[in-house]
Every structure is written in structure tokens, then in C-alpha cells.
């Protein structure tokens, strides 16, 4: 079972940026796509940016233009680089799989938070 392990967020002002990473304990290589995702307290876990094999990418409406999702398969990491970040991106981010391409869900890891305030 692939382990996942977020880190890089952190407290930055309106209009910063944020690089985040995630580290998979396991090889990425065959996972058809992988995503990250955000976790507000109170609303639904939400998938905000996704990456295939084939490094194909498709954002959310409310973070098109300003993240942008990649992979080191090499390294068995996705990361999420974070532009413009805005109030309403403070959220705990996750990564994992993206079951809707046909990989199953990994054990959630503990998240990274991403808070955006002056």
C-alpha cells in the first residue's frame, strides 16, 4: 500500500504562492492519475487539480490559470504549484488518486494546510 505524505504549505498573504509536494512511498508509474485535493471543515472534500500518466492535467474553474499540477515519476512525487492564491483557497490539502480515471483511492495522508490571510 502506497503511503502519501504532503508538506510546503503554510501562511501567505493574498496574491502569494505556494509550492506544494507529495511523496509517495511506492512507484507512481501505473497509477493512471493522480490529484490533489482540498478539505474544508464542513464542506465536501474537493478535487481541485489532476495529472494522468500521460501527464494530461485538468483543473477545477476555481483554480484554472492559477495552479498548476505535475509529476516526477522518478521521484514518486506530485506537486501543485500555487499562483494568485486568494482567502478562499485556505484549505488542508491532500493528494491521492484520482478514481474517476480508474485508479483506486490510497489511505488518505495527513494533508498540508494552506492558509491565505493578510
Known amino acids: 500500500q502506497v503511503q502519501l505524505v504532503e508538506s510546503g504549505g503554510g501562511l501567505v498573504q493574498p496574491g502569494g504562492s505556494l509550492r506544494l509536494s507529495c511523496a509517495a512511498s511506492?512507484?507512481?508509474?501505473?497509477?493512471?492519475?493522480m490529484g490533489w485535493y482540498r478539505q474544508v471543515p464542513g464542506k465536501p472534500r474537493e478535487l481541485v487539480a489532476a495529472i494522468t500518466s500521460g501527464a494530461t492535467t485538468n483543473y477545477a474553474d476555481s483554480v484554472k490559470g492559477r495552479f498548476t499540477i505535475s509529476r516526477d515519476n522518478a521521484k514518486s512525487t506530485v506537486y501543485l504549484q500555487m499562483n494568485s492564491l486568494k482567502p478562499e483557497d485556505t484549505a488542508v490539502y491532500l493528494c491521492?488518486?484520482?478514481?474517476?480515471?480508474?485508479?483506486?483511492?490510497?489511505?488518505w495522508g495527513q494533508g498540508t494546510q494552506v492558509t491565505v490571510s493578510s
Open positions: 491521492n488518486a484520482v478514481p474517476r480515471y480508474g485508479s483506486s483511492l490510497f489511505r
Open positions: 511506492g512507484s507512481i508509474i501505473s497509477i493512471n492519475a
